[in-house]
Structures are given as structure tokens and as C-alpha cells.
């Protein structure tokens, strides 16, 4: 995630770090070189051009903004919900760190332990990267079962209900401890929700031909009354476009590794360091900071 203050005018103009420009200058080079041909060819032969009307392009121009404005709102939710979720994880365990003090030493450690184990392991499930791994520096995972996060919650909520039976905390307070795990099976859930449910991929298949349907035909329309101004026009407009459908697409995945999706490692440090702490730790991993204003 990009963490960096306001730019001024220079640093709008020529900041890259986040930008998509990098991403998209191949295809909007291609499309403005096209675009210089298309001049060149109304230059020598003004009289195939004689019937092109701009008309039709500024309709689907306007329809386009339309359609790529609704697809970016919705992959800006999937982001905004991600991150929601991720905040709604550090709740759950903060307010777990508070209602395990009463617990003894040995119970705590297990139980906190496990906690940080399920953070690890559900951020790697959303990655897809090695769950197992990444759980394991914290609590031995269950090797043979399909969802190691869930694993994790079912032995702690197993813990807890042992506790109870025991008479080492109260029925209140085991209720209270089962809630919070509830609450992290809802953030899992959702999360997962949000990373194996896509756009639908017909509605975005018509966005991406659409766009480069419309960048590729527009120079036909302004060659006439543009002139050699259209190859700059055409770069103006192909960058919008294609810039606003890389940005849905980053917006898309919110828990990957790119500069623009979510802190998931920053947000993973700051449970280590405030469930180490609770624990007496008194060395802790520092915080992650942005490089090159880019918080990981």
C-alpha cells in the first residue's frame, strides 16, 4: 500500500512509485503510434476520412466512463471490505490478549500463541503461498487438514471448552472466548469470500475489448479535425482508459503483493509485537515501515 504525504504539483506530474504509468505505457505507445500512421494516412488521402463522424464515439466514450466507473467502485469495495476484515481481525485478538489474563501462564501463551498462528496462516491462505509454513514458527499445524486457519480455531475454541468444563473459567467467560473465535471465523470466511468470488469475467472481458476497441478506432475519428494533435489526444485518452482498468484489476485482489493492494504483512507485525508483549516479551520485532512509500 502506498503511504506517502499529499504531492505537490512535480511530484503529480512525475511520481511513478504506485503508479500504473509503467504498466501501461506498452499499450498506450502502440495505440499512439497507431494513431500517427492513421494521421499520416488522412494526410496523403484526406478522402477516405470524408465520412468519419466523431458522433458514435463520444456515445460510447461517455458509456464507457459509465461502465469502467461502476466496475471501479465495486473493486474498490472488495478493497475497502479487505481491509475491514483485517481491522475486524485485530479486534477480535486484541479483545482475546484482554480476556485471556485470567487464564494460567501455560493456557495464555497456548492460547495467544494460536492466535497469532491463525493470522499468519489465513493471510498465506489468501496469497496462496505455503499455510503449513507459515504457521508453524508459532504453533504445529494438522498437516492433513484442508483449512489450517480453521484447524487453529477449533483447538483453541477445544481449549477453551476444556477450561470451562474444568471450572478454570466461568461459563461467562468461556462465552465471551467463543465469541471472539466466532468473530474470527466470520473475518476467515469473508475474506475468503472476497478472494475466490472475482468480477464476473464476461462483464469484464466486454470492458477490456470495449476499451480497446474504442482507443484503437478513435484516431479515425479525430485525424480530420485534429490533425498531428491526435496522437497526443490518443495517449491522453489511452492512458485514462487503460489506466482505470489496471487499477480495477489491482483493486480486484486486495491481498496480494502489489504496491497498491493491502499492508498484510504490517498489519501481521503489529499482532506479533502486541501478543509478544502480552506474553512479556520485552525484545520485539519492530514495526514495519514504508520503503519508498510502500508499506508491505
Given amino acids: 500500500m502506498i503511504v506517502r504525504p499529499k504531492p505537490n504539483l512535480l511530484g503529480i506530474l512525475f511520481s511513478l512509485k504506485g503508479s500504473i504509468a509503467k504498466r501501461i505505457a506498452l499499450r498506450s505507445l502502440l495505440v499512439t503510434l497507431l494513431a500517427s500512421v492513421i494521421v499520416l494516412v488522412e494526410t496523403l488521402h484526406p478522402a477516405y476520412f470524408s465520412k468519419v463522424n466523431a458522433t458514435p464515439f463520444t456515445l460510447l466514450g461517455l458509456s464507457l466512463s459509465i461502465f469502467m466507473s461502476f466496475r471501479n467502485n465495486a473493486c474498490y469495495d472488495r478493497w475497502w471490505e479487505g481491509r475491514k476484515q483485517l481491522g475486524q481481525m485485530i479486534i477480535e485478538i486484541r479483545s482475546l490478549i484482554r480476556e485471556t489474563?485470567?487464564?494460567?501462564?501455560?493456557?495464555?501463551?497456548?492460547?495467544?500463541?494460536?492466535?497469532?498462528?491463525?493470522?499468519?496462516?489465513?493471510?498465506?491462505?489468501?496469497?496462496?503461498?505455503?499455510?503449513?509454513?507459515?504457521?508453524?514458527?508459532?504453533?504445529?499445524?494438522?498437516?492433513?487438514?484442508?483449512?489450517?486457519?480453521?484447524?487453529?480455531?477449533?483447538?483453541?475454541?477445544?481449549?477453551?471448552?476444556?477450561?470451562?468444563?474444568?471450572?478454570?473459567?466461568?461459563?461467562?467467560?468461556?462465552?465471551?472466548?467463543?465469541?471472539?473465535?466466532?468473530?474470527?471465523?466470520?473475518?476467515?470466511?469473508?475474506?475468503?469470500?472476497?478472494?475466490?468470488?472475482p468480477l464476473p469475467f464476461p462483464y469484464t472481458l466486454l470492458l477490456h475489448r470495449t476499451i480497446y476497441l474504442f482507443c484503437i478506432l478513435l484516431p479515425f475519428a479525430m485525424a480530420e479535425p485534429l490533425g498531428w494533435l491526435t496522437p497526443v489526444f490518443t495517449a491522453i485518452v489511452s492512458y485514462t482508459f487503460f489506466g482505470l482498468d489496471e487499477i480495477g484489476d489491482d483493486l480486484e485482489d486486495p491481498f496480494g503483493f502489489d504496491e497498491n493492494d493491502l499492508p498484510c504483512n504490517a498489519i501481521l507485525r503489529t499482532l506479533e509485537r502486541e501478543i509478544l508483549a502480552a506474553l512479556g516479551e520485552t525484545e520485539l520485532p519492530p514495526a514495519l515501515e514504508p520503503i519508498e512509500f510502500v508499506l508491505t
Fill in 101 to 197: 489474563q485470567i487464564l494460567s501462564p501455560t493456557d495464555r501463551e497456548s492460547v495467544l500463541r494460536g492466535l497469532c498462528g491463525f493470522a499468519h496462516g489465513l493471510i498465506a491462505r489468501l496469497r496462496l503461498e505455503d499455510e503449513a509454513q507459515a504457521i508453524k514458527p508459532w504453533v504445529n499445524p494438522k498437516a492433513s487438514h484442508p483449512n489450517l486457519p480453521d484447524s487453529i480455531l477449533q483447538d483453541l475454541g477445544a481449549r477453551c471448552s476444556n477450561l470451562a468444563e474444568q471450572g478454570h473459567i466461568s461459563d461467562w467467560r468461556y462465552t465471551q472466548l467463543e465469541t471472539r473465535l466466532y468473530g474470527l471465523s466470520q473475518v476467515q470466511a469473508s475474506c475468503e469470500r472476497i478472494k475466490h468470488t
